[in-house]
T-cell receptor, first 112, second 114 residues
Framework: GDSVTQMEGPVTLSEEAFLTINCTYTATGYPSLFWYVQYPGEGLQLLLKATKADDKGSNKGFEATYRKETTSFHLEKGSVQVSDSAVYFCALSPNAGNMLTFGGGTRLMVKP | DAGVIQSPRHEVTEMGQEVTLRCKPISGHDYLFWYRQTMMRGLELLIYFNNNVPIDDSGMPEDRFSAKMPNASFSTLKIQPSEPRDSAVYFC????????????FGQGTRLTVV
């Protein structure tokens, strides 16, 4: 079945450091890929998405590129802020079906 | 739209009691999902509905859990009887049809069973 694997956290960075959170997936066909963010005490909210190979999703300085050849969708940000501290979830939606499959989440902690 | 609305936000109950969690999805959304989040197991899909019909309940942990969606604007997740290991944050999410569409999450219900 479909699955999403994320790097385990927590990831601890200093402010203005470069961020990469790895995400790889297993799915048949060409799924859509998503990154969600969960701030403390809140539900998940969409950060960015990509719907086909080589698409780049971007939002709030975060980027991720849909790499079909490596089945990856790594999240990057050039300069993190304390306010980026949250849990980040990678997810996929298959091309047949409407169920989102989530990775285990990666907690990011940014220190001033 | 006010988004996905869940109630209550927090629930503390004694072991053995019945607990009912409520969710109002975004109007017009075809799909409704119930998730459970714990530190140990992360985010787990419990059950989802399409047009008020349960499609996949394979994630429901045991018979003590049940979910209903009597109409397009309301769903419940019931635990009877509750146990301490049910303590978690329960999220409801809704989505329109289509693989490219995002799921919108409620703020969750934090359940503590003592």
């Amino acid at each position: 079945g479909d699955s999403v694997t994320q790097m385990e956290g927590p990831v601890t960075l200093s402010e203005e450091a470069f961020l990469t959170i790895n995400c790889t997936y297993t799915a048949t066909g060409y799924p859509s890929l998503f990154w969600y963010v969960q701030y403390p005490g809140e539900g998940l909210q969409l950060l960015l998405k990509a719907t086909k190979a080589d698409d780049k999703g971007s939002n709030k300085g975060f980027e991720a590129t849909y790499r079909k050849e490596t089945t990856s969708f790594h999240l990057e940000k050039g300069s993190v802020q304390v306010s980026d501290s949250a849990v980040y979830f990678c997810a996929l939606s298959p091309n047949a079906g409407n169920m989102l499959t989530f990775g285990g989440g990666t907690r990011l902690m940014v220190k001033p | 739209d006010a988004g996905v609305i869940q109630s209550p936000r927090h629930e503390v109950t004694e072991m053995g009691q019945e607990v009912t969690l409520r969710c109002k999805p975004i109007s017009g959304h075809d799909y409704l999902f119930w998730y459970r989040q714990t530190m140990m197991r992360g985010l787990e899909l419990l059950i989802y509905f399409n047009n008020n019909v349960p499609i996949d309940d394979s994630g429901m942990p045991e018979d003590r859990f049940s979910a209903k969606m009597p109409n397009a604007s309301f769903s419940t997740l019931k635990i009877q009887p509750s146990e301490p290991r049910d303590s978690a944050v329960y999220f409801c999410a809704s989505r329109v049809r289509g693989m490219n569409t995002e799921a919108f999450f409620g703020q969750g219900t934090r359940l503590t069973v003592v």
